[in-house]
C-alpha cells in the first residue's frame, strides 16, 4: 500500500475557503499531529488572505502533569510561525470520572470564551474522517438517533461563534502526511492510547470492523446520510412547532392536532419546546421516547397526563392541549 499523499495547494484552499466569510479565524490546537498540522496548514494558507487575521488558543487542561508543558509547546510553534498564541487555564479539581467528557466541555467552554473575548466569529479544530468513523461507531454502541449517527458536523453555530471543522473528510493519514512535508513536530499525547477510554477501544477494533465492512469511508457515508435524515426530519418538526403551537401568555402550549404527526415529529417538537422553556437542560432521548409514547397513548385514550422532564412540567389537559411550564412557574392552557 502506497504512503498517503500530503493536501495539495488546491486542496487546503477549498477546505479553508469557508473562513474566507469570517474576518478573525482563532484555531484550536492542543499539540497533538492534527491539531499541529491544522495550525502549519492554516498559517501557510493565511499568508494569501490579507483581509484575515489567525489566531490560535491551546487549553492547559491541567489533568496531566506534562499539560503546561505542553500548552507552552504550541505557544512556542505557533510564534515561529508569526501567530499569536493564548493558553487558556482551566481551574479547578481534577474529576474522579468522566475525564475525557471533562476535559471536553472545560476545553470548548474556554476555547468558545477566547473566541467571543478576540471578536474571532469562528472556532477551527481539526477533527478528521477517522474522529467521524469513531464518534459513529460509538454512537452505534450507544443506540443514538438520526441525530447522534449524523455524527460531527463541519460546522455548527453556537451563538456568536460557528465551530467549523475542514477535516472531517480527510483521513488523519493525509494529515500526518501534511505534518511531515510542512517539518513540524508533534506531542504524543498517552491517553490516546489508554484503553479506559471507550475511544481508544474502538480504535484499535478499526481492522476487525473494516473486514465486517465498518470501514472509515462508509461510517462517514451513514453519517452523511443520517444527517441529510436529520435535517430534514428536524425542518418537518418545526413547520409543525409552528402549525401546533397555541398563543397564550403563560408557558409553551400545543394544539391536540400535534398527535395526528408521526412519532418522531411529535418527539421532535417536544424537544424544540423543552428546550424553549428551559434552555440549559439536556434531556436524553429515551426519556423523550418514553415520554412521547406516553403522551400519545393517554391522547389516543382522551386521559389527562402530568409529568416533569429536563426542569420542565408537561401536562396533556382533558381538552387535548399539551402545555409545557418552567417547574415552580405557573402556567399552561387547560
Not at 184 to 191: A, G, I
Request: proline share 4%.
Amino acid at each position: 500500500m502506497s504512503a498517503a499523499a500530503p493536501l495539495g495547494e488546491a486542496e487546503i484552499a477549498a477546505l479553508f475557503e469557508p473562513l474566507n466569510a469570517f474576518g478573525h479565524v482563532l484555531a484550536a490546537v492542543s499539540g497533538g499531529s492534527d491539531s499541529m498540522a491544522l495550525m502549519g496548514l492554516l498559517a501557510q494558507w493565511a499568508r494569501a488572505q490579507p483581509h484575515l487575521t489567525l489566531s490560535i488558543a491551546t487549553v492547559d487542561h491541567g489533568f496531566r502533569p506534562e499539560a503546561r508543558a505542553e500548552a507552552e509547546f504550541v505557544a512556542q510553534t505557533a510564534a515561529a510561525l508569526g501567530l499569536s498564541c493564548t493558553i487558556l487555564t482551566r481551574e479547578g479539581p481534577v474529576p474522579d470520572s468522566g475525564l475525557q467528557e471533562a476535559a471536553r466541555e472545560a476545553r470548548y467552554d474556554l476555547l468558545y470564551g477566547c473566541a467571543r473575548a478576540i471578536d474571532a466569529r469562528v472556532l477551527v479544530t481539526a477533527h478528521h474522517a477517522d474522529d467521524q468513523a469513531e464518534t459513529v461507531l460509538m454512537r452505534l454502541c450507544h443506540a443514538s438517533g438520526p441525530s447522534g449517527l449524523a455524527g460531527m458536523r463541519s460546522d455548527m453555530p453556537r451563538g456568536a461563534v460557528t465551530l467549523m471543522r475542514p477535516f472531517l473528510n480527510v483521513p488523519k493519514a493525509r494529515l500526518a502526511a501534511s505534518l511531515v512535508e510542512l517539518g513540524l513536530e508533534s506531542l504524543n499525547d498517552p491517553s490516546n492510547a489508554d484503553p479506559r477510554f471507550e475511544r481508544v477501544r474502538l480504535r484499535h477494533l478499526g481492522d476487525v470492523l473494516a473486514g465486517f465492512g465498518l470501514t472509515r469511508e462508509r461510517l462517514g457515508l451513514l453519517a452523511k446520510r443520517a444527517a441529510r435524515a436529520d435535517a430534514a426530519l428536524d425542518r418537518a418538526a418545526e413547520t409543525a412547532f409552528v402549525r401546533h403551537r397555541l398563543a397564550g401568555p403563560n408557558g409553551m402550549a400545543f394544539a391536540g392536532t400535534l398527535f395526528g404527526e408521526p412519532r418522531e415529529i411529535i418527539l421532535r417538537v417536544l424537544a424544540k419546546g423543552l428546550a424553549r422553556t428551559v434552555s440549559d437542560r439536556q434531556v436524553r432521548l429515551e426519556r423523550l421516547e418514553d415520554l412521547t409514547e406516553a403522551l400519545c397513548r393517554a391522547y389516543g385514550r382522551r386521559e389527562t397526563l402530568g409529568r416533569t422532564l429536563g426542569g420542565a412540567v408537561v401536562r396533556l389537559s382533558p381538552a387535548g392541549w399539551l402545555s409545557l411550564d418552567a417547574e415552580g412557574s405557573r402556567g399552561g392552557q387547560g
